[in-house]
C-alpha cells in the first residue's frame, strides 16, 4: 500500500514504518487532506477512529497532527501523521468523515490548532471564552483561567 | 379560543385567528444540564417545530477533570486509578484498556491466568453496564419495574468485585502486566453461583419488554441509523450493530484470551432503539457464554507477568483499543523514555457516539429524544473526561 502512495504522491509520504506492530507514516502537510480521502476510497479506511495531536516545544514544527484510521475489509489500522508549526491551520477533514467534527473541536480546543473549512470550530469541553489551550505543554496542571473563573462561577478560584 | 357553540365565525376564519393566536415560528429549547433523562450532565439545545425536532446542538464539558494532561504528570502506575473515573459504571473495562496499552509499549504480556480473570471480570462489567443502561433507559421511556429488577441483579456483580479488590464502583482492578490480587476463596463457585442465577433474570426483563406494547411503540422506528451512516460517523458499540455491522474489537483483533471463547456478535437489522435494545440483551447472554468458558477452563499459574518496579516503557507510541460496554475505547499513548507518558489520548466511545445524536432525532418528536439518548448509552464522565 504505501509504494502505491509513494508513486502517487512522491516524496510528500515521508517515514513509513511499523513499531510494534502497527503501521504508521508521516506525510507532508501539503498532502491533507488528499491523503485521506485517497486512504478512504482507494484503500477502503473507511473509519476514522481517532483524530489527536502531540505537542513537542523544542520541535521546529512543535504540533503532531495524528489521525488513526481502520478499514473493516482489510481489519487494519494507520496512523497517518504530519508535522506543523505553531499557528498553522490544516483542512478539515469533515468532508471526508464526517465524525471529525467533534473529535477536531476538541485538538482546537486543547491545542489551539485550527482546521480550515470546518463547518462549526469552537470549543468543545471548555467553555467558550477561556483563554488558552490545556494540553500544551506549557500549560501547567494547576492553570486555569482564573478571569473566567471569577466573572462567571462567582469565586475566587476554581482549586 | 372562541367557543365553537356559541360562534359564528366559519372554519376559515378561525383558522386565520389561530395563526395570529398560535405562533408558528421554530421553537428553541434547552434541555439540561440538570435533566434526570440525560444521564449526567448533558445539555441538548433542540430547535423544534411543533413537537418536530428540525435540528439538535449539545453542549458538553460539565464534567471536564482534564484527564489527559493529569495523566502527563503522573507516573504510569499512578495513572492507571484515574481511567476508572471516565466511565464510571465500566471501570474494569477502561482499566483492562489502559493497562493493555501500557503492557503492549513495554511488550510484555500478562500471563494466562491473569487474562481469564480479567476476561471474567470485563464481561461482568460489560454485564453490569448493560444492566444499568436497562433499567435507566426503561424509566426514561416510562417503565419503572426493570430499574428496580436490574439494579437487585447488578448487585451480585458489584458484590463479586466488592470480594475480589474491594471496590464496587471505581474497582482499579488490574495492574500494568497483570493483575494484583489472586481470586478469593470461593470465587469461581461465586461467579458460577451467579451465571445460574442470572440467566433466568435476562429472561425476565425481556418478558417485561420485548412484547410490551407500549416499550414497542415507544422504541420501534425510533432514532433509526443506517451502518453507512454509522461508520461515517465513527460510531461502534452496540450502536454500530444494531444497524447491520457484525464487528466487535474482542472479534475483529482479539485481545486478553478474548481468542479462546466461543461466542456470537448479535447484529440488529433495523437500526433502530428496539433493535439496540434486542441487540445489548443478546450481548448479554453472550457475555454469560464467555464468562462460563472462562471459570470453567481458568488455568494456574502467576497471575503477574515480569514488569519492572519503576515502569520506563522505551521511546515509541502505540494505540490498542478494547470493546467496552459503550463501543471502541482506545488509548493512544506517546512515551518519550521517562516514567511518565508524554501524551496519552482517550478515545471514548461515548462522545464520538454521543455525535450521532442529531442524526438520530431529525424529524423525530422531543420525547423520542429522550429515548435516543437512552440508548445510545452514555456516560458523561467519559464523554467529558
Known amino acids: ?159 | 379560543m372562541t367557543d365553537g357553540s356559541t360562534s359564528t365565525t366559519s372554519h376559515l376564519e378561525l383558522e386565520e385567528h389561530d395563526k395570529t393566536f398560535l405562533d408558528s415560528n421554530e421553537l428553541i429549547i434547552n434541555m439540561g444540564p440538570q435533566h434526570p433523562a440525560t444521564h449526567g450532565v448533558l445539555r441538548v439545545i433542540l430547535k423544534l417545530d411543533g413537537e418536530k425536532v428540525l435540528g439538535t446542538e449539545c453542549v458538553i464539558g460539565y464534567l471536564h477533570r482534564g484527564v489527559e494532561k493529569i495523566a502527563e504528570n503522573r507516573t504510569y502506575a499512578m495513572f492507571n486509578p484515574y481511567v476508572d473515573r471516565m466511565d464510571y459504571v465500566a471501570a474494569v473495562s477502561n482499566g483492562l484498556g489502559y493497562c493493555e496499552a501500557v503492557e503492549k509499549l513495554l511488550d510484555v504480556k500478562a500471563p494466562p491466568r491473569a487474562n481469564y480473570i480479567r476476561v471474567i471480570l470485563t464481561e461482568l462489567n460489560r454485564l453490569a453496564s448493560h444492566m444499568l443502561w436497562l433499567g435507566t433507559h426503561a424509566l426514561d421511556i416510562g417503565a419503572i419495574t426493570p430499574l428496580f429488577y436490574t439494579f437487585r441483579d447488578r448487585e451480585e456483580i458489584l458484590k463479586i468485585f466488592e470480594k475480589y479488590c474491594g471496590a464496587r464502583l471505581t474497582t482499579h482492578a488490574f495492574r500494568i502486566g497483570g493483575c494484583l490480587y489472586e481470586t478469593y476463596e470461593g470465587f469461581e463457585q461465586d461467579v458460577k453461583k451467579f451465571l445460574v442465577f442470572v440467566a433466568p433474570k435476562i429472561d425476565e426483563y425481556e418478558e417485561l419488554l420485548t412484547t410490551n406494547r407500549i416499550w414497542v411503540e415507544r422504541t420501534k422506528g425510533v432514532g433509526k441509523i443506517s451502518g453507512k451512516d454509522c461508520i461515517a460517523l465513527g460510531v461502534t458499540g452496540p450502536v454500530l450493530r444494531a444497524s447491520g455491522v457484525r464487528w466487535d474489537v474482542r472479534k475483529a483483533q482479539p485481545y486478553a484470551a478474548y481468542s479462546d471463547f466461543d461466542f456470537e456478535i448479535p447484529v440488529g437489522q433495523n437500526g433502530d432503539t428496539y433493535d439496540r435494545y434486542l441487540v445489548r440483551m443478546a450481548e448479554m447472554r453472550q457475555s454469560l457464554r464467555i464468562i462460563r468458558q472462562a471459570v470453567e477452563k481458568i488455568p494456574e499459574g502467576p497471575i503477574m507477568a515480569k514488569v519492572p518496579k519503576v515502569i520506563k516503557p522505551p521511546v515509541g507510541e502505540i494505540y490498542h483499543s478494547i470493546e467496552a460496554p459503550k463501543g471502541e475505547l482506545g488509548y493512544f499513548i506517546v512515551s518519550d523514555g521517562s516514567t511518565q507518558p508524554y501524551r496519552v489520548r482517550v478515545r471514548p466511545p461515548s462522545f464520538v457516539n454521543l455525535q450521532a445524536l442529531d442524526v438520530m432525532v431529525r424529524g423525530q418528536l422531543v420525547a423520542d429524544v429522550i429515548a435516543v439518548i437512552g440508548t445510545l448509552d452514555i456516560v458523561l464522565g467519559e464523554v467529558d473526561r
Open chain 1, 1 to 159: 500500500m504505501v509504494a502505491t502512495l509513494k508513486r502517487q504522491f512522491g516524496s510528500g509520504i515521508g517515514e513509513a514504518s511499523t513499531y510494534l506492530g502497527q503501521d504508521y507514516m508521516v506525510v507532508d502537510r501539503s498532502l491533507i487532506p488528499e491523503i485521506l480521502q485517497v486512504l478512504r476510497d482507494q484503500e477502503q479506511f473507511d473509519y476514522c477512529v481517532d483524530i489527536t495531536a502531540v505537542h513537542y516545544p523544542s520541535r521546529e514544527k512543535p504540533f503532531e497532527v495524528v489521525w488513526i484510521l481502520y478499514s473493516f475489509a482489510r481489519n487494519e489500522r494507520i496512523r497517518v501523521k504530519t508535522l506543523i508549526a505553531d499557528g498553522e491551520a490544516l483542512p478539515s477533514s469533515v468532508p471526508v468523515w464526517p465524525t471529525a467534527n467533534w473529535i477536531e473541536r476538541e485538538v482546537y480546543d486543547m491545542f489551539g490548532i485550527r482546521f480550515e473549512g470546518h463547518p462549526d470550530l469552537k470549543r468543545i469541553l471548555l467553555p467558550e471564552g477561556w483563554k488558552g489551550h490545556p494540553l500544551r505543554k506549557e500549560y501547567g496542571i494547576i492553570q486555569q483561567d482564573k478571569e473566567w473563573v471569577q466573572i462567571n462561577l462567582g469565586i475566587e478560584s476554581g482549586q
